[in-house]
């Protein structure tokens, strides 16, 4: 099975065409050996500066979002106005830069256990996902 069939199945799986722009942003997110860590803006500056492929923020928006709902991607919601999305989707902490907006990723061993003493009737945890925010020492 050559990549383009895997990146294919993945779209179809998702409920999505695979037309050549969702292929793009389909090989743009998942072709890498490293975590991404992304806005629906920077994903449409990268495609257009890597590929040759006009792809609208609509088509953007609707693959990213069509991901997110398979389990393909995650959403860090820093505040009400932006999200990232991330393409490790385990259990896994995060750090953001406020002055750089670069988001590092924080596993389990970097983080003493956490413990929450409160929960709502009948609601169980089902993860636990801290963001740390910095800012300049100055």
Do not use: W
């Amino acid at each position: 099975m050559d990549n383009n069939s895997v990146f294919i199945e993945k779209l179809r799986s998702s409920g999505l065409r695979p037309t050549k722009q969702r292929l793009e942003i389909c090989k743009l997110l998942f072709n890498r050996k490293e975590t991404f860590h992304f806005t629906i803006n920077d994903l449409s500056k990268i495609l257009k500066k890597e590929t040759n492929e006009k792809v609208s923020l609509a088509t953007i928006y609707n693959t990213v979002n069509s991901f997110k709902k398979k389990g393909y991607l995650k959403e860090i919601s820093i505040n009400s106005e932006k999200s990232y999305f991330d393409t490790n989707t385990s259990n896994h902490h995060h750090l953001i830069d406020e002055s750089t907006n670069e988001i590092v990723d924080l596993h389990l061993d970097d983080i003493n256990d956490i413990k929450i003493k409160k929960t709502l009737r009948g609601k169980k945890i089902k993860s636990i996902e801290v963001l740390v925010k910095l800012e300049n020492n100055n």
